[in-house]
């Protein structure tokens, strides 16, 4: 926003947020933490939110849309970004931008193949990181569990051209703790499939499906995965004495 042009001001302290990443930080110990910075960082400014978090020690992020990532690059944010909601449409500019997309349906992995065929223009490449999204239970997109051996195949046949750099699933009732065995089996069919993922590649394979509440409600997972894709934890954005809003 133009300065002087609206009267409204938001004033951020920013040592509630390096207060909060600390106290995740010691958490989750050695895995590290991606950054939802999506829709301009829930409304706190995506720009200033990434570059402070950089300064306290994160540097992966994820961002919804393609649009979001490539403002981040404008703004020479060089950092890792995952695209959430990657589409046919935007494959290409989240190429360009050196964005990681997320991976969530056969179409979807189809047309990644397709443009880094067409980028690389018969030219050796390096094999392109991205991100298998699974459904265990959230419904909203991604793998079904018997989709896996054929997802698993098609991978194993492009291994030249891509990397699945993490594989991942998020909890659908992990605020509602009378859910918790829904939650529960969630954890235990993703660890079977992260299992066969891991089984079927020579290299790692990093993991992560814990969100804010998860990370919360369930600390006993922790030491399972190496990934937290965390927001309104970063953010204080909820009732809780060690975090800050």
């Known amino acids: 926003m133009k300065d002087r042009l609206y009267g ?15 106290y ?17 960082a829930y409304g706190l400014g995506d720009i200033l939110m990434t570059n402070k978090m950089k300064q306290f020690g994160i540097n992966y992020f994820a961002v919804a ?12 944010i060089h950092s890792p970004i995952m695209v959430m909601n990657t589409s046919k449409s935007s ?3 989240i190429i360009k ?8 349906s056969m179409n979807i992995l189809d047309c990644l193949i397709d443009s880094l065929k067409l980028q690389s223009n018969n030219q050796k490449i390096n094999p392109y990181p991205i991100h298998i ?8 997109w991604g793998f079904d569990i018997e989709e896996i051996p054929e997802l ?45 993922f891991q089984a079927a590649f020579k290299y790692s394979i990093k993991t992560h499906i814990h969100n804010s509440f998860g990370l919360i409600n369930f600390p006993n997972t922790i030491s399972d995965f190496n990934y937290f894709r965390l927001g309104i934890a970063l953010y204080g954005g909820f009732q809780n004495p060690n975090l800050k809003p």
């Open 133 to 140: 999204k699974i459904n265990t239970g959230m419904n909203r």
């Open 8 to 22: 409204t001001r938001l004033y951020i302290d920013c040592s509630q947020l390096e207060s909060n990443i600390n």
């Open 24 to 40: 995740i930080q010691k958490s989750i110990g050695q895995a590290d933490i991606i950054a939802m910075v999506k829709a301009n």
């Open 97 to 104: 931008n050196t964005l990681e997309p997320v991976i969530y």
């Open 91 to 93: 494959m290409e500019m």
């Open 152 to 196: 698993i195949t098609k991978l194993q046949s492009c291994s030249t051209c891509i990397l699945v750099k993490s594989l991942y699933s998020h909890l659908s009732s992990a605020e509602n703790n009378k859910d918790h065995i829904f939650t529960k089996n969630q954890f235990q069919d993703f660890i079977k499939i992260k299992n066969k």
């Open 65 to 76: 849309d393609f649009e979001e990532g490539i403002r981040l690059r404008k703004q020479d």
